[in-house]
């Protein structure tokens, strides 16, 4: 008899395995931590080993031998599993399509809303699920999303059983009030850093931040966030009532409201939000490729209508 009883049980482990921690693995699957440990303390225990070493910290958890020895085999048999689960799927014609989009890119990209998308396409019902970028990736992952778009700081994406298509880029942009509006229209980042000013930061689109920050550390400097938020409202609010200037990528300020002026950045290196049309290979084969096809050629369309180009093209 099968000493695992739960599959689930392998897919949190994988998870913990690759965040490196308990509590990064509860982040991207959406779970709790005590979650986390309880199912690895049960794969423990049914398999009589120890597959994680925790750190003292609390933060931390690597692999034991045990641990890369049952993951080694885990990965093929959850793989293996999910293409049961696909070849059934090819033998339900009315299986619903999933996309998947952070919420500034609705914003960004179909201002008059998704009913363009989320009409049935060939038979499908399509459904939309709005995640932030990192989300998106362990959605697609798990091969619980279709198609849609995501963002990265990286010059490109690669993941299995998916395609990535780079359709456009947009710079780091700083929002400042208007009375504090530069005399050249632009302001240096590397500057900011070094004189420590106050920065409220978007949090939709941490990962380009976060690049920023790497980038800035090897000139020995940092950013100094003092607020951060995902409403972009409030992220308005916050630069106009002095907090700090605002930093974040041309797509997410967009349209500033009036007092605040949208600075560019002086330098041409620095990281940049990168926008990716992505696609699940395996769906794309099956009965929904159709409507997979039709949804990835709207996603383009947007992206040219209000970029005036497509860098896929």
Do not use: W
Not at 294 to 300: A, G, H, P
């Amino acid at each position: 008899m099968l000493a695992i009883e739960n599959v689930h049980d392998l897919e949190i482990a994988r998870a913990a395995s690759e965040q490196g921690s308990f509590s990064g693995a509860a982040r991207v699957l959406g779970i709790t931590q005590p979650a986390v440990s309880q199912s690895v303390a049960r794969l423990e225990r049914q398999l009589g080993v120890s597959l994680f070493d925790r750190q003292e910290s609390g933060h931390a958890a690597f692999l034991t031998d045990a641990g890369a020895v049952l993951l080694a085999h885990a990965i093929t048999a959850l793989d293996e599993l999910q293409g049961v689960v696909d070849d059934l799927g090819e033998l339900k014609r009315d299986r619903h399509v999933t996309v998947g989009m952070p919420s500034t890119f609705v914003r960004h990209y179909f201002p008059q809303g998704l009913d363009a998308l989320t009409s049935a396409r060939h038979g499908h019902p399509v459904e939309i699920v709005l995640h932030d970028s990192d989300r998106l990736r362990e959605e697609l992952r798990l091969r619980r999303v279709d198609v849609g778009m995501l963002a990265s700081a990286d010059r490109g994406v690669a993941q299995p059983h998916a395609t990535f298509s780079k359709v456009a880029s947009h710079p780091l942009t700083v929002a400042v009030r208007e009375a504090d509006r530069p005399a050249g229209d632009a302001l240096s980042v590397r500057g900011l850093a070094r004189l420590q000013v106050p920065v409220v930061a978007f949090s939709g689109d941490r990962f380009l931040r976060l690049a920023l920050d790497r980038y800035l550390a090897r000139e020995g400097g940092r950013i100094n966030v003092v607020a951060e938020t995902d409403q972009l409202d409030m992220f308005y609010q916050l630069v106009l009532a002095g907090m700090g200037v605002g930093l974040s990528s041309g797509l997410v300020l967009g349209q500033a409201p009036g007092g605040i002026f949208l600075a560019r950045a002086l330098e041409d290196d620095l990281p940049v939000l990168n926008v990716f049309v992505f696609e699940d290979t395996v769906r794309a084969h099956g009965p929904e490729r159709q409507a997979l096809a039709s949804i990835s050629r709207q996603l383009f369309a947007a992206v040219r209508q209000r970029e005036g180009r497509c860098l896929a093209d």
